[in-house]
């Protein structure tokens, strides 16, 4: 024997086990191995340290193999811990993370692909030519399929362009730089960012950044001008977006300036092109790699930069498996690495704020929009003063603003965010509300799909004609709006317009996601009715006018966030209009136009929002000042989850400054068919809460139909 290594074995329920080295088998922390447990084989990953000294030697098992795997680096082993420690989670679920199916077969043949020669050589006949320059005009590297997709001109003819060399084959997969495109001319306060974020790389070492600007003020390209350095540096840069909805306009504007694509993994990327892209990202071919949260544990050999854009979107939070939250443990990962991190927002959160407050992070600001464009004017429009036509939701003043931006054939953008065609279904006769049989939660009527929908568990049924409820016939109305009755109300009103409804119904892959881009781009649309999927990210040059159909909506929760959510929202969709060299306008109906929060929009004043956010967490203890954790215990039945709930409740830890909510029924008091009891724990800064946390779980005993998640610093209190 070679002596004996702690594997940490891929599975929730396992841990740390150590094994011995057999002669002759290299084995470094880090390498991916195969090991005995009981009768079967699992995988694990070399850890470091000692490992458990008390076992003797001679009673350790031996590793079976070592996998052809990229092995999974020091920083990232470190980013795993950290993980599984801060956020009470196993070790071995979290590692799960970093080897993802991909990681397992071989990466399939990648099919070639081709650039265009530069300088071109002289071709014949002149529609040949023609095509070369059309292709050029595109630029970047694509198969030939692509090229045809692209350009329409057919396979034969594409051929004809490689045979005379003017089609050559690009040098490696997934994005390595084939030409550097447009770089824009900074402006100062651009070049100030930039200058200090090219040192950072230059220098490497953790370094973490607020790149803090309005929308439109510029920090993409500003972010990008550091990405240029990692690649000229031949490093790894890897760009966080927040949903896979921002990925094609993100690869788009790449693309333009780099001339070539990065590598994206997310969830909708296809297994063929996962496994790709792992390869190009372990192997380290990919320079830069864009994708959601997960994309936190990929190995990346050469990382020398992260960029989380949109810093402030509560999608970074993952809650389900473990939970943790992408922005701060990308910070985690750049400071094991040793590399700097961006994290770029128009509305930055609390804790973020915070963090620079007490020096940890650097602030880079761009205080103005980029080019003189100006932040659009906001209107509060009051509800109660101007109300909507009965049966309508766009009140008269924001009518009439739709009236002049379409009779100037500029765009509009109404924001709200209500999938399907209305949040809820009632019987006229008895008051009866449709509810899901699975879930604490009303169906929404879908009119496009034809049927009624749970939005937390995916059950659905056809609109019935009769209520379930009562048998009275044509009885049941929708009651409220959402996106695809607020097209109804826009088409019955301007009948000539052309409208899109932009959510996650409507744009499901980042294939129609880029068509839709296009199409707006192209003019082809005259007004954007849609969700948050359209709040950010999108730069459309003619769009003018921004409604915010129900500005209250956000704050209806009434959860710590509440305010702060609402805010960053209305603040990144009013950000839509007057990108360009046209003003923009935007109108927020509310019921309350007086309220502290309104005001603070309509001014574009952050400050003023942040100041009496900040007093009232302080003085609520709550984070930033405060630290929570929330425990969720559900089960199939509900007497099995109260009995969990109080076998908990007897052990609740008893620590001074730590106090222990609960257990009270959740507000999706049932979610999926499992019942579900909520406590919540507040603890001041210092305290070593995740001792306590651990402690209280394994003081209980709880039966195998209950189970209980930890939610560090919950961002959603359902
Ligand atoms: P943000 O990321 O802060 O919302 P962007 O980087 O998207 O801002 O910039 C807003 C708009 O201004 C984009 O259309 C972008 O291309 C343009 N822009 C920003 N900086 C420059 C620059 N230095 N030169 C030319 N155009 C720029
Ligand atoms: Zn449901």
Redesign the pocket.
Same mark, same amino acid.
């Given at each position: 024997m070679a002596g004996r290594v702690p594997v940490l074995l891929l599975d929730h329920r396992l841990g740390f086990l150590d094994y011995a080295v057999p002669e002759g088998l290299a084995c470094a922390p880090g390498d991916v191995v195969e090991v005995p447990l009981g009768p079967r084989r699992v995988m694990g990953i070399a850890w470091d340290g000692p490992g458990d000294r008390a076992l003797p030697e001679a009673r350790l098992r031996p590793i079976l193999r070592r996998l052809d795997l990229p092995p999974v680096g020091a920083a990232l082993r470190q980013t795993i811990a950290w993980v599984a420690d801060y956020y009470v989670a196993s070790p071995g679920h979290v590692a799960r993370m970093a080897l993802p199916a991909a990681a397992l077969g071989a990466p399939p043949r990648e099919p070639r692909r081709f650039r265009v020669a530069e300088p071109l050589p002289s071709l014949r006949p002149a529609a040949r030519r023609a095509l070369a320059d059309a292709l050029l005009a595109h630029g970047g590297s694509r198969t030939l399929a692509q090229w045809r997709e692209l350009t329409g001109a057919s396979l034969a003819r594409l051929g004809g362009l490689v045979a005379a060399g003017a089609l050559v084959v690009a040098d490696r997969a997934d994005g390595t730089p084939v030409a550097r495109r447009t770089v824009? @001319? /900074? =402006?100062l306060p651009?070049q100030a960012a930039a200058a200090a974020l090219l040192a950072a790389v230059r220098e490497g070492g953790f370094h973490p950044f607020l790149l803090d &600007?309005? @929308? &439109? =003020? &510029?920090?993409?390209?500003?972010y990008l001008e550091a990405i240029g350095a990692v690649i000229d540096r031949g490093g790894q840069a890897l760009v966080l977006l927040p949903e896979i909805a921002l990925t094609a306009p993100f690869l788009r504007?790449f693309e333009a300036r780099f001339g070539f694509r990065p590598a994206v993994w997310h969830s909708s990327v296809t297994p063929a092109a996962r496994r790709r892209a792992f390869a190009a990202i372990a192997g380290g071919a990919a320079p830069v790699v864009v994708g959601a949260r997960s994309a936190l544990f990929l190995p990346l050999p050469r990382l020398a930069l992260i960029v989380v854009d949109e810093a402030h979107e509560a999608a970074f939070k993952q809650e389900e498996g473990v939970f943790y939250h992408g922005r701060d443990v990308a910070v985690v990962r750049a400071r094991a690495e040793g590399v700097p991190v961006v994290l +770029?927002t +128009?509305t930055p959160g609390l804790e973020t704020l915070e963090n620079v407050a007490r020096g940890r992070y650097r602030r880079l600001e /761009?205080p103005d929009r980029?080019?003189g464009a100006r932040l659009p004017c906001v209107h509060l429009v009051d509800l109660v003063k101007t109300p909507p036509a009965r049966g309508d939701w766009i009140a008269p003043p924001l009518a009439q603003a739709i009236e002049g931006a379409l009779a100037n054939g500029e765009q509009v953008l109404l924001f709200l965010n209500r999938r399907g065609y209305a949040p809820l279904t009632l019987c006229r006769a008895c008051g009866a509300r449709i509810a899901c049989p699975n879930c604490t939660a009303w169906l929404v009527d879908h009119r496009l799909e034809q049927r009624l929908l749970c939005h937390h568990c995916g059950y659905a049924v056809p609109r019935p004609a009769a209520c379930p409820a009562c048998g009275a016939g044509e009885s049941l109305v929708a009651s409220g709006p959402g996106v695809e009755r607020l097209a109804e109300e826009v088409a019955r009103r301007w009948p000539g317009a052309r409208v899109a409804i932009v959510t996650s119904d409507t744009v499901r892959t980042q294939a129609e996601a880029e068509a839709l881009v296009g199409r707006v781009l192209a003019r082809e649309v005259d007004l954007l009715i849609g969700t948050q999927l359209l709040a950010k990210g999108h730069?459309f040059p003619e769009l003018t006018v921004v409604g915010v159909v129900d500005a209250d909506l956000g704050l209806a929760g009434g959860d710590l966030r509440a305010g702060e959510r609402t805010f960053q929202q209305v603040a990144q969709v009013a &950000?839509r209009a007057g990108?360009a060299r046209k003003p923009g306008t935007v109108f927020l109906q509310t019921h309350q136009p007086g309220a502290p929060i309104m005001q603070a929009l309509a001014r574009h004043d952050r400050e003023a929002f942040l100041a009496a956010e900040r007093a009232a967490r302080a003085a609520a203890g709550m984070p930033p000042y405060g630290r929570l954790a929330a425990l969720i215990v559900s089960a199939e039945r509900a007497e099995t989850a109260e009995a969990a709930a109080r076998a908990l409740a007897a052990q609740a830890p008893r620590a001074d400054g730590l106090q222990v909510f609960g257990p009270v029924p959740a507000p999706l008091a049932v979610l999926r068919g499992r019942h579900r009891l909520r406590f919540l724990v507040r603890a001041p800064r210092g305290c070593r809460l995740q001792a306590h946390l651990r402690a209280w779980l394994g003081a209980v005993k709880l039966p195998s139909a209950a189970r209980v998640v930890v939610d560090v610093d919950p961002q959603s209190f359902l």
């Open positions: 824009p @001319t /900074l =402006s651009q &600007g309005v @929308t &439109g =003020s &510029g920090k993409t390209e500003v504007r +770029a +128009a /761009l980029f080019g730069d &950000g990108r």
